[in-house]
């Protein structure tokens, strides 16, 4: 995976004491194998009543849910991320003319077991979702691969500045005066993948990687 980024350029300086300092840049990204997704998934129905729209989504609803209980998910890892109603007008000779009521409601999905995403997703088509909005992989547990990056990363920026200390003929104390970790990078990237509601089945979804990136800033002191 490629991480565009803009590098700040290496410096070395004397401060007012004439020791000299060098301040280097280390990242690393570690590609990690997903082993959860989330799914947005839902229902969008309509009706002239908005009692009856609403009792329509209500029933398709249930049965999504019946749907995700069969594939093995957890209450607790369901919620209703969306919940709204709109009403519906048509536009005829110029003039706006009420239809009736639009009621949408989708759920965030949490699938541990990463394999069975198409299945889940088939599942819920047949029993009438009709939304599918996204679905994002991730890491259940992503601090554990950050750590092994971020110690990557710091080698990196050692290794940077042994050989600039070494290029300029000075020795490097490898004891760092400073070190700034770079929190600005996110976590978990955002959604790698986006889906619509297909005509046919939506089964196969492959996870991919995904890119676990730390980086770190460091000043450290150069030796005549």
Request: net charge neutral; glycine share 4%; charged share 25%.
């Amino acid at each position: 995976m490629m991480n565009m980024y803009y590098q700040q350029p290496y410096r070395t300086h004397t401060d007012k004491k004439s020791a000299r300092t060098i301040t280097v840049t280390g990242d690393e990204t570690i590609e990690v194998q997903p082993d959860m997704a989330v799914a947005q998934i839902g229902i969008v129905t309509t009706d002239k009543e908005l009692s009856e729209a609403q009792h329509k989504n209500n029933e398709i609803s249930h049965s999504i849910l019946k749907s995700f209980a069969r594939n093995g998910i957890e209450e607790k890892d369901i919620q209703t991320s969306t919940y709204q109603i709109y009403p519906q007008y048509d536009f005829i000779d110029g003039k706006q003319v009420f239809k009736g009521y639009e009621v949408r409601q989708v759920f965030s999905v949490k699938i541990k077991e990463i394999n069975k995403i198409g299945e889940v997703i088939d599942d819920a088509v047949q029993s009438g979702a009709n939304i599918i909005e996204r679905v994002q992989f991730t890491i259940a547990e992503p601090q554990t691969f950050y750590m092994q990056a971020l110690s990557k990363a710091y080698e990196d920026a050692f290794k940077k500045a042994q050989v600039l200390a070494k290029s300029s003929g000075m020795t490097l104390n490898p004891m760092p005066l400073e070190i700034n970790e770079d929190r600005s990078i996110p976590l978990v990237p955002g959604p790698s993948k986006a889906f619509v509601l297909a005509a046919e089945s939506t089964s196969p979804v492959q996870p991919g990687e995904v890119g676990i990136t730390a980086r770190v800033t460091v000043k450290y002191k150069l030796m005549k």
